[in-house]
């Protein structure tokens, strides 16, 4: 039940809105948001939106991995052991 | 203690020559028994004075053969908790010695050639000591001093594992035991076949390639911890699961955690906790903290002792081998005790018990009794002490034989005695009988032919100490009377070597022989028709009427006295009643029907009655319980209170002829025995019904009350027939 | 936007576990409490990316299988009571209780129903004035705020038929009890992601400050929680341990204020009783007053009875962090999805169902 699914959120009308999940689409609650916009991306969980996602933090997190992922390729190169974890 | 002196171990017992200061001699002499090594029993200890010599130092003398005396072979004793340390160890030289063993604990019986027991002696022989096991054997204060069967990693037995070449045999055998294969086990007395208790398809498939379809089987648990788990285990029996013997204990089950193909005709569990040191290695790494450990033998041959038979026997079965290089000399199955509301019932008494005897009230001719064909044991009596023998087995075939004669040697070796008699059944078709037969006329002995269920109630009397008259109620599935019939449900007058027949179970024809044991609608169909007068399709209930087409067959049958032996048999009625029930169909192995009859049963007030028709002898009659069954099936009533009441009425009935022959004969002491009290909703239901009465009941706690217990009696009954024909 | 197939990504995945175990020297034991993150790590074999120096195991992050016995027989009991409606989130109707499940209760007759929200439950209350809707509110701090949102929309409606089995659980208690108890000795948590949402990073400060354990609020994609394993390898390597937000996409320091004052307008902490850890302080939730007559079992006057679990079930251990799931010696053999000995191995969120599931 931890299961909580990103959606985008189209419409908004008080307390209930829509969201989109692919094709299909399904009512949500958003007593649990501040000031829901319509077109922002959601986490829904139990019937509820329960969170808003920041896009600037998702692409952070993508290209973090990246990074990681370069760095740790040229540390297996030089033997390096100490990481700092940068950010 | 500032003494000094000598010890030395003969076949007597052990003699000790001690001196110093009076004080301290009497100290030690108090501190012998009080002090002793708890796998030790100091049965007496005699004290005289001899002169004083110049001596200083204790020294140990060679055993010397003497003169007769007391012979104690010890029985083989699980691992010490001491010893369980030193191997878990890092630092022990002895850490993850499999063979580990100490004065305390390890095998005795099982590696014994003959006596005294010394380590030339035993199969340790060809494993001559390295210079530190030495120190420690020559050493007053260790543990280990004087234990013959002392070793270590590096001059001790090994561990090895059959398909090889493999380095790590426990390893191996654990990965097998956790995927779900069957491994077989050499151990103690002989091979186990050991499976995942949790895994399904692991335990069917031992089963099937075992030939041991739906007899329960034995669960060995990493831990008294994990057997909690699965069992409803009381501080007593946990004590003697833990305990030198550690027998095979039957106790509730709890829950259904494990595979329901352990045990599914009852709701008993058999728990066995790790008692030699490599089952204890075994479970050390291993996922399962339940293993099936059933004997290692086909079907009831006798176990398998030896690595080359092993393969060679139980390769059909076992996907692996654990296998050791100490030889087993003589097989020894786990005991079986079965933990009852009236206490402790030997199922089976062998490991852990043999061959330390049974105290006898009165000091013996030597004799040897050869017991019955089912679930064999002999008994070979001197002086006070009756030797019983380890489970033999159910005497069917050349082997079981075989192995028979040669453990009847061994024994009169070990206790170096030989019979000047020999007593067996009235049976003459027993193959029991006919070996004695045989024995006795090689060797010139007079045999005594003692009746079944006499000689039952003679080891109980024996067992008790009782030296008055008794009533005793014996109850078992088949055994020969005196007058040529069947008998299984009677009641006796028991005065030593004079007993009578004062009353017993209604006698009915059994149709169909030996099938009338394996097939339960045929004593079914009999008892029926003796309660009703007649059978017909009404009266039956549903589930037996397609059977009813076989009636007639039957009934001409019984009629013409063919194959339809007159019976009185409680094991039969039991199986008539289950058959009724629903609750089985047959004994596809021996006692599994009323197994399932107990298991089916629960405490009920619905009434049944038998009657009792006095006489000489006495008969009691469950016809109008059979009615009473009837009527409470037509009537919705549940199984599980039909069965109960069942047991309830039978046990009533029991109790209350017992009561009207005590009071005719004027006395106290009632003697309950034969297989059939294995049941413990009858035997609780008879004690305490007659305790109730104001009689004193007295059962078998040293011996089974089943077939296993028969030779005990046969030597004692046997005794008493001698004496009061000499005396 | 949220492409998220980076963070599935084969290689990236396999290049990061080479660094962990380029960093990993000194052994670390790490839990994860969070059902959907044991079934990712389940789903991609993240056990067996990692070195043998570190050792990963599931926890209590599962709001069913914590639930103890008594609350699980209490469901199944009012599931019986023929004036009662029993509505509950799918993965509790197979639990096995002490006497049957709500699956077999539902088989004989009983009207248990699926709800995928607690919205459904008011629905349900709304369309059948004339029976008792009982709703048995289980979840952890993701699922409660909607209960209370629910909540007060009925009582802002006058509907008066609701009520609720209260089983709530609140995340950062356990995990102080299982750091404080010292049996499980783990040194770095995978924090759940979307208790975190609601709650904040914050809300395990306490978990690195005063304890020293390193905390790491990890996603759910695989490289989420790779990434997470790295950080808190980095953290304990270095001996500094925090709290790293890898899920910031999702998880702010402070969490979701909004969330939770609707949360506390309708519930107060309360001390609870968790399956296999015990009695744990200010790790339930129970009805503030205004909304007390909502709770079901001081409106039908019911009791908890303390039960124990099935006697051979180890879910105790496992959720513990003690026995991971294919040790125990029941996985796979006597406990299946299809009969289960206890509720680790049918809930969705449990840690042996997501084993089993994914197993080789």
């Known amino acids: 039940m931890c299961i909580a699914i990103p959606c985008r959120l189209v419409t908004v009308e008080d307390l209930w809105g829509e969201v989109e999940i692919g094709e299909s689409r399904m009512k949500v609650r958003l007593d649990l948001l501040e000031e829901p916009v319509p077109g922002e991306w959601v986490l829904v969980h139990a019937g509820f939106a329960i969170e808003r996602l920041d896009e600037d933090e998702a692409l952070e997190t993508l290209a973090f991995v990246r990074e990681a992922a370069r760095a740790a390729l040229a540390a297996e190169g030089t033997g390096e052991t100490d990481v700092d974890d940068g950010r | 203690m500032g003494l000094a002196g000598e010890v030395s171990n003969h076949t007597g017992g052990v003699s000790i020559l001690v001196q110093g200061p009076e004080a301290e001699v009497e100290a030690f002499v108090r501190d012998l028994a009080a002090q002793a090594p708890p796998a030790s029993r100091v049965d007496s200890v005699s004290a005289i004075a001899a002169p004083v010599e110049d001596r200083s130092g204790f020294a140990i003398v060679p055993s010397e053969r003497t003169a007769q005396g007391v012979i104690r072979v010890s029985p083989d004793i699980a691992v010490c908790a001491d010893c369980l340390a030193e191997m878990l160890d890092p630092l022990d030289r002895r850490h993850g010695h499999p063979f580990i063993n100490c004065t305390n604990c390890g095998p005795r019986f099982t590696i014994v050639n003959g006596v005294p027991y010394d380590r030339p002696r035993t199969s340790m022989s060809p494993f001559p000591m390295c210079a530190r096991c030495w120190a420690e054997y020559e050493n007053v204060a260790d543990r280990r001093f004087h234990a013959q069967p002392v070793a270590c990693v590096e001059c001790g037995p090994r561990l090895t594992y059959h398909p090889g070449p493999c380095d790590d045999p426990l390893g191996a055998a654990r990965a097998e035991l956790d995927g779900g294969r069957i491994v077989a086990i050499k151990g103690i007395g002989g091979f186990h076949l050991a499976c995942d208790a949790y895994s399904a398809p692991a335990v069917a498939r031992l089963r099937r390639r075992k030939g041991r379809e739906l007899k329960p089987l034995a669960v060995m648990f990493a831990s008294l911890a994990a057997a909690r788990r699965y069992a409803h285990i009381p501080e007593d029996a946990a004590r003697l699961l833990s305990g030198p013997q550690a027998p095979i204990v039957l106790l509730p089950r709890r829950g259904n955690g494990l595979t329901p193909g352990v045990a599914p005709d009852t709701d008993s569990i058999g728990v066995l906790l790790p008692y030699a040191p490599v089952h204890v290695l075994l479970f050390n790494g291993l996922i399962t903290d339940a293993l099936i450990m059933t004997s290692g033998n086909l079907a009831d041959e006798p176990i398998c002792t030896d690595n080359g038979e092993a393969i060679a026997r139980l390769g059909s079965v076992a996907d692996g081998f654990l296998l050791h290089d100490r030889e087993i000399v003589t097989g020894c199955d786990d005991s079986v005790i079965r933990w009852t509301p009236s206490g402790p019932i030997f199922l089976r008494r062998s490991r852990g018990y043999v061959p330390y005897p049974i105290a006898l009230p009165d000091s013996v001719e030597p004799i040897l009794a050869v017991g019955g064909d089912l679930k064999n044991t002999f008994c070979l009596t001197r002086g006070q002490d009756a030797y019983a023998s380890q489970h033999i087995g159910d005497l069917d075939d050349e082997r079981v034989l075989g192995y028979f004669a040669q453990q009847v040697q061994h024994l009169q070796e070990l206790v170096e005695t030989e019979p000047v008699a020999l007593a067996c059944d009235l049976h003459p078709d027993y193959l029991s009988t006919r070996w004695a037969e045989g024995y006795a006329t090689a060797k010139g002995l007079p045999l005594i032919r003692v009746q079944h269920h006499y000689a039952h109630a003679a080891a109980v009397v024996a067992e008790h100490g009782v030296r008055e008259p008794v009533v005793a109620i014996i109850a078992d599935g088949t055994g020969l009377g005196i007058d040529g019939a069947v008998w299984g449900c009677e009641l006796l007058l028991v005065d030593g070597p004079r007993w009578r027949r004062l009353g017993h179970l209604q006698t009915i024809r059994l149709p169909g022989g030996d099938m009338a044991a394996r097939e339960a609608w045929r004593p079914c169909f009999a008892w029926l028709n003796y309660a009703l007068g007649d059978l017909d399709e009404d009266a039956l209930p549903e589930h037996l009427r397609n059977r009813l087409v076989m009636w007639p067959v039957l009934l001409a049958a019984m009629t013409a006295g063919i194959n339809s032996p007159i019976a009185s048999s409680a094991g039969r009625l039991f199986d008539a009643v289950a058959c009724l029930l629903g609750v089985a169909e047959g004994n596809a192995y021996e006692g599994q029907a009323p197994m399932r009859l107990e298991m089916s049963a629960e405490d009920s007030d619905y009434p049944l009655q038998w009657s009792i028709r006095d006489g000489d002898p006495l008969i009691l009659d469950p016809q109008p319980a059979l009615v009473g069954l009837l009527r409470g099936l037509e009537g919705g009533h549940s199984i599980a209170s039909l069965a109960g009441a069942f047991h309830r009425s039978f046990a009533e009935a029991l109790v209350g002829a017992a009561k009207r022959l005590c009071a005719t004969h004027r006395l106290g002491t009632v003697v309950i025995s034969g297989g059939a009290f294995q049941n413990a909703r009858m035997l609780a239901g008879v004690s305490e019904g007659l305790k109730r009465e104001g009689l004193t009941p007295l059962w078998p706690t040293q011996s089974p009350p089943g077939d296993g217990g028969l030779a005990l009696g046969q030597a004692v009954a046997a005794s008493w027939i001698r004496a009061s024909l000499t005396g | ?360």
Request: contains cysteine.
């Open chain 3, 1 to 360: 936007m949220m492409d998220a197939s980076a963070l599935r990504d084969a290689g990236l995945g396999r290049t990061i576990a080479e660094d962990i175990a380029r960093l990993s020297r000194q052994p670390l034991k790490l839990m994860e409490v969070c059902g959907s993150h044991s079934h990712t790590i389940a789903r991609y074999g993240i056990r067996e990316l990692l070195p043998p120096t570190i050792e990963l195991v599931p926890g209590p992050g599962c709001p069913v299988c914590v639930a103890p016995q008594e609350e699980i027989d209490l469901a199944i009991d009012l599931a019986r009571r023929p004036e009662v409606v029993v509505t509950t989130f799918g993965d509790l109707v197979r639990v096995p209780g002490t006497n049957g499940s709500m699956a077999e209760v539902r088989a004989e007759g009983g009207d248990v129903r699926i709800v995928l929200s607690p919205m459904d439950a008011l629905e349900t209350a709304r369309r059948e004035p004339e029976r008792m809707v009982v709703f048995v509110a289980i979840g952890f701090e993701t699922t409660a705020p909607g209960v209370a949102a629910t909540l007060r929309a009925a009582a802002d409606d006058g509907v008066t038929n609701l009520a609720l089995l209260i089983a709530h659980k609140t995340m950062p208690a356990p995990m102080r009890a299982l750091v404080a108890g010292g049996e499980c000795g783990v040194q770095g948590f995978i924090c759940p992601g979307h208790v975190s949402a609601i709650i904040g990073s914050e809300a395990y400060r306490f978990l690195a400050d005063d304890y020293g354990v390193a905390c790491a609020v990890a996603g759910f994609e695989p490289l989420d929680v790779l990434l997470a394993v790295r950080s808190l390898v980095i953290q304990h390597e270095a001996g500094k341990p925090t709290v790293d937000v890898e899920y910031a996409r999702a998880v702010r320091p402070e969490g979701n204020q909004r969330a939770l004052s609707v949360l506390l307008e309708v519930f107060e902490p309360v001390d609870a009783r968790w399956r296999g850890l015990g009695q744990i302080p200010d790790s339930g939730l129970r009805l503030r007053a205004p909304y007390a007559e909502f709770d079901v079992e001081s409106r039908l006057g019911i009791q908890r009875i303390p039960a124990d679990p099935h006697p051979a079930c180890r879910c105790g251990d496992i959720l513990r962090g003690v026995l991971a799931p294919p040790k125990c010696p029941a996985f796979g053999r006597t406990c299946t999805p299809d009969h289960p000995l206890g509720p680790c191995m049918v809930s969705s969120e449990g840690a042996c169902a997501a084993e089993w599931q994914y197993r080789p």
